[in-house]
């Protein structure tokens, strides 16, 4: 072992540890260990900073945008009706038709844009036929992630090896090589679910209300402010109420006249404060001065309908600029026009006291109270995904025809070797713009930035990985541990070694760190490299395990109120179940 090869292996090291801890965001971990690579000497600045124009990280930013127009053009609409229907019918049905839709179009588009248009389906579905949302999300995200290692642009992490075989001087993989065997895995893990998963799935308590879902119990009471009171004459924020009880106020009436509350809002003599407060809370306003009490009840949904305000709930997105920070730090209401976040459920629990202290997390649901205007403002937020009270893209006719032929053809293209990928997703892009499908402004929103980043920090490891000799120092040690078992045997230690990595660590840094070791192993075995790429690019997006396995397991994971146990239950044996079936199908589908 040289010098060089102990750097790149005690960086590596070191982004593992970051990217398990989240200490840090896995893009910022990123970007630190492509720098550390080029202030140790290992890259060159040209090197370091190469992943950047690297087709895989041009290829997968194209594809985020041709997502984002397939979106926005209604195309899908039809999709969620279809779904709708079949789900009001029977649970069974519902759960095949899920898995199988979610499958097909996660192989053609961003698999978390798919779980993002049916997930609000599903769980008004699950409300339609009585079943928890926890039996049929779970099942959501699997499907899309099944169906997403069936093509080339089905999940970035393929598009990410075949960038990395091709640097390191082997062919590029093809639009459907990964079709066969992806095809099986979608088959097989559609199986499991029908008939064993679904027995593994939790059975969340079932509630007719969102206020009874969060576990409110508290009491809407309305206080008039009496001439004496310290908040008379004071903007909102600052009132006692506010600052001292950290009381959630609704709304305000002002004689006949019901006003919009913000944070700025100057409060006056008389004026009637509908409140949402819980019991200790409300024994302490009971002795607040200059308050009066007109009413206390519990609170109920429809408190909300007669303030022209309804419940909303929204998910922190996966890389959303909210996520480490407290609404509080965000200055949420003010940005969203008074909308009010009455409770959080994060992780495993429910917060109701301070809910603007908490720290968010991908993933975490807001229970939000918002007007028609509010409610607006909140779809328009990129970070924020509206799960409750959908509003559908409405069908753009004078688009929806471009768009589908730009898409079909950035396939056809691709597919038939006409053209790389990355130039048919590029010339996709421009015909989109040109035929005035997608705005440039929407074209910088619809791209996941920080997988970019992320993309191009995670390819230095490969660089230097292969630099330095480290790939196949670690190649050797496996062939010295496995290799009289033969080539099968390694195979079937690099699904297993990348799967069970991935459930732990980002699906592309895991990727990134072993396919350049699987294509030194393959050459120093002297088979073909093919299976074993294929082997790290299946296992790298099949992670059933952990909610932080991939991004759409970290979405659904607030809206199912599921715990970390219930995928380890679920994808655990699904997990194994595939690495039994790849280590049987890949050398078939691609021979050693």
Not at 135 to 143: A, C, D, E, V
Not at 231 to 249: C, F, H, T
Not at 515 to 533: C, D, H, K, M, Y
Request: hydrophobic share 50%; charged share 15%; proline share 4%.
């Amino acid at each position: 072992m040289t010098v060089e090869i102990a750097i790149v292996l005690g960086i590596i090291v070191l982004a593992v540890i970051l990217f398990v801890t989240e200490r840090f965001s896995i893009d910022t971990v990123a970007i630190l260990i492509m720098v550390l690579f080029m202030l140790s000497g290992i890259l060159t600045p040209a090197e370091g900073l190469a992943g950047f124009s690297n087709p895989a990280t041009i290829t997968v930013a194209s594809m985020f945008i041709i997502s984002s127009a397939i979106f926005k053009s209604g195309m899908l609409n039809g999709v969620g009706l279809g779904l709708t229907r079949i789900g009001r019918t029977n649970y069974l049905l519902c759960l095949l038709a899920l898995m199988l839709i979610a499958g097909t179009l996660s192989a053609f588009i961003n698999d978390t844009a798919v779980v993002a248009l049916l997930m609000p389906v599903v769980i008004q579905v699950s409300k339609d036929i009585k079943v928890s949302p926890s039996k049929l999300l779970i099942p959501l995200s699997f499907g899309a992630l099944m169906g997403g290692v069936c093509t080339l642009i089905g999940t970035s992490t393929n598009i990410l090896v075949s960038g990395i075989a091709q640097a390191q001087g082997e062919r590029p993989l093809g639009m459907f090589e990964f079709a066969p065997a992806g095809v099986w895995f979608l088959l097989v893990g559609v199986a499991y679910m029908f008939f064993i998963g679904r027995h593994l799935l939790p059975s969340r308590k079932l509630t007719e209300s969102l206020s009874e879902d969060f576990d409110l119990g508290d009491y809407l009471t309305e206080v008039v402010l009496l001439p004496e009171s310290p908040s008379v004459g004071v903007p909102l924020q600052q009132s006692s109420l506010v600052r001292d009880l950290d009381i959630e106020v609704m709304q305000v009436t002002r004689g006949q006249e019901k006003m919009q509350v913000f944070p700025s809002f100057i409060l006056n003599e008389n004026d009637v404060l509908k409140v949402r407060i819980g019991v200790e809370k409300l024994k302490k306003l009971k002795q607040e001065r200059g308050l009066k009490l007109k009413s206390e009840r519990k609170f109920r949904d429809e408190d909300m309908s007669m303030s022209d305000s309804k419940l909303y709930e929204a998910i922190v997105t996966p890389g959303s600029y909210m996520e480490g920070k407290s609404l509080k730090e965000l200055n949420f209401r003010s940005y969203n026009y008074g909308a009010s976040v009455l409770a959080i459920r994060h992780r495993d629990e429910i917060v109701h006291e301070k809910p603007t202290h908490v720290k968010l997390s991908a993933g975490d649901v807001l229970l939000i109270a918002a007007n028609s205007s509010q409610a607006e403002k909140l779809r328009q937020n990129e970070d924020l995904l509206i799960i409750s009270q959908t509003e559908r893209s409405p069908f753009n006719y004078s688009k929806i025809i471009p768009v589908l032929l730009i898409s079909v053809g950035v396939v056809l293209a691709a597919a038939t070797g006409l053209v790389p990928i990355v130039l048919s997703a590029l010339a996709g892009v421009v015909l989109l713009i040109i035929f005035r499908c997608i705005r440039v402004d929407e074209v910088y929103k619809a791209i996941d930035w920080k997988v970019i980043f992320m993309l191009a920090g995670v390819l230095s490891m490969g660089a230097a990985l292969e630099k330095t000799g480290a790939a196949r120092l670690l190649a050797d040690y496996l062939i010295y541990g496995v290799g009289e078992y033969g080539p099968r045997a390694l195979l079937s230690v690099f699904f297993f070694i990348t799967f069970m990595t991935t459930n732990f660590m980002s699906n592309n840094a895991t990727a990134a760190l072993l396919a350049p070791i699987a294509i030194v192993t393959a050459q120093e075995l002297g088979v073909s490299v093919r299976p074993f790429l294929m082997a790290v690019a299946y296992a790298a997006s099949l992670s059933f395990m952990t909610p932080m396995g991939y991004q759409t397991n970290t979405m659904i994971y607030g809206p199912g109120n599921y715990r970390f146990s219930d995928y380890l239950k679920v994808g655990t044996p699904l997990n194994i179940l595939f690495w039994i079936l790849a280590s049987l199908i890949i050398p078939v589908f691609f021979p050693l």
